[in-house]
T-cell receptor, first 119, second 109 residues
Framework: DAGVIQSPRHEVTEMGQEVTLRCKPISGHNSLFWYRQTMMRGLELLIYFNNNVPIDDSGMPEDRFSAKMPNASFSTLKIQPSEPRDSAVYFC?????????????????FGAGSRLTVL | QKEVEQNSGPLSVPEGAIASLNCTYSDRGSQSFFWYRQYSGKSPELIMFIYSNGDKEDGRFTAQLNKASQYVSLLIRDSQPSDSATYLCAAANAGKSTFGDGTTLTVKP
């Protein structure tokens, strides 16, 4: 398995531009998560999907952020317009979600991350 | 108060010593608990998970869970320089994981 695949790995853009981050989860995983990591705020959950349906988007900071999961093998996180304070590493992670604890259940596998710099 | 709190660190131990990492959580609905390791510039990777009270051992790593105290810990025995990394504690409720800020561990040769 190729793991969780994210693109681009690095993105440098100017304030006001649209940014689209992409993620391909592990085949067979039914949950997908978008996290943002900064030195100041640590690893924050932005949004997560279960079976392609957004379940909790309470971590999305503003309306400038949107996420979609049109099918089980693809998700996007879009920032429009981007601002310098959006600079961070954005991680996509997937898991096999179950309702009850079980070995291996709900373990997150992270992608390599997309490092975003907004000038 | 954050939902998951960890020792602020950094933590430095000599090679061969035991490193002890601690974590508390506030959501009593949390059912599963995870320790992830993150090397600088890399993504987090799972070390261990635990969901029953008590100890769970895997090689040099032991995770401990006390749900009454809402406390999770990770012990690393015979610490090696390659264990130098940031360790993230996570608590999961209904499949959603919330992370602490991490504790940075340095193992000195």
């Amino acid at each position: 398995d190729a793991g969780v695949i994210q693109s681009p790995r690095h993105e440098v853009t100017e304030m006001g531009q649209e940014v689209t981050l992409r993620c391909k989860p592990i085949s067979g995983h039914n949950s997908l998560f978008w996290y943002r990591q900064t030195m100041m705020r640590g690893l924050e959950l932005l949004i997560y999907f279960n079976n392609n349906v957004p379940i909790d988007d309470s971590g999305m900071p503003e309306d400038r952020f949107s996420a979609k999961m049109p099918n089980a093998s693809f998700s996007t996180l879009k920032i429009q317009p981007s601002e310098p304070r959006d600079s961070a590493v954005y991680f996509c992670a997937s898991s096999k979600r179950t309702g009850l604890p079980a070995p291996g259940a709900n373990v997150l596998t992270f992608g390599a991350g997309s490092r975003l710099t907004v000038l | 108060q954050k939902e998951v709190e960890q020792n602020s660190g950094p933590l430095s131990v000599p090679e061969g010593a035991i490193a002890s990492l601690n974590c508390t959580y506030s959501d009593r609905g949390s059912q599963s608990f995870f320790w992830y390791r993150q090397y600088s510039g890399k993504s987090p990777e799972l070390i261990m998970f635990i969901y029953s009270n008590g100890d769970k051992e895997d090689g040099r790593f032991t995770a401990q869970l006390n749900k009454a105290s809402q406390y999770v810990s990770l012990l690393i025995r015979d610490s090696q320089p390659s264990d130098s990394a940031t360790y993230l504690c996570a608590a999961a409720n209904a499949g959603k994981s919330t992370f602490g800020d991490g504790t940075t561990l340095t193992v000195k040769p």
